[in-house]
């Protein structure tokens, strides 16, 4: 496996379902995000995580719930969601640098449907 | 509020012609902008950064920066049908604070 793999690809779910998206890199990157991607919106940027510890929560409601365990993996935990959060849910990682350009590199998304 | 402007589009040139995207971005303090094409259906993939004033070429592809005028470019000469895409910019300011553009649909007609 090299680079950002995201599981599962597509997923449908129930308003009362809980389920969960997956992200690991294999870029030995010390940070890992999670952005939302709804039609004709810009990339939201929901959570960070740097060296397993969240940095940023850009004020997403409690029905999503991330979870860094190290720094090659992160999970997006989904319960009650909306119909509106159905969207294409994307991971990225990058290596911070002091120096020159921090560079993401996206996984290939989730795409989310909330009936 | 940092934001990033693009003009969404669609960008139609014909193929050949040289495609020309522009982005301006409101916090005077970032440091990198980057360039990513999105196909449709896929997730963004970067072209090129860059993070000093001036021009910067990699193959067909050129991105001008100019921090006074807080204003980044990304120049696509011969174009393609294959570059049409979705072109995003996106900023950063170190902090990993990455503030994305609405992107800019590109048709390259055959």
């Known amino acids: 496996e090299t680079g950002v793999t995201q599981t599962p690809r597509h997923l449908v779910m129930g308003m009362t379902n809980k389920k969960s998206l997956k992200c690991e890199q294999h870029l030995g990157h010390n940070a890992m995000y999670w952005y939302k991607q709804s039609a004709k919106k810009p990339l939201e940027l929901m959570f960070v995580y740097n060296f397993k510890e969240q940095t940023e929560n850009n004020s997403v409601p409690s029905r999503f719930s991330p979870e860094c365990p190290n720094s090659s993996h992160l999970f997006l935990h989904l319960h009650t969601l909306q119909p509106e959060d159905s969207a294409l849910y994307l991971c990225?990682?990058?290596?911070?640098?002091?120096?020159?350009?921090?560079?993401?590199?996206f996984g290939a998304g989730s795409r989310l449907t909330v009936l | 509020q940092k934001e990033v402007e693009q003009n969404s589009g669609p960008l139609s040139v014909p193929e050949g012609a040289i495609a020309s995207l522009n982005c301006t971005y409101s916090?005077?303090?970032?440091?990198?902008f980057f360039w990513y094409r999105q196909y449709s259906g896929k997730s963004p993939e970067l072209i090129m950064f860059i993070y000093s004033n001036g021009d910067k070429e990699d193959g067909r592809f050129t991105a001008q920066l100019n921090k006074a005028s807080q204003y980044v470019s990304l120049l696509i000469r011969d174009s393609q049908p294959s570059d049409s895409a979705t072109y995003l910019c996106a900023v950063d300011n170190y902090g990993q604070n990455f503030v994305f553009g609405p992107g800019t649909r590109l048709s390259v007609l055959p």
């Open positions: 916090d005077r303090g970032s440091q990198s």
């Open positions: 990225a990682s990058s290596q911070t640098k002091t120096a020159g350009a921090n560079v993401l590199t």
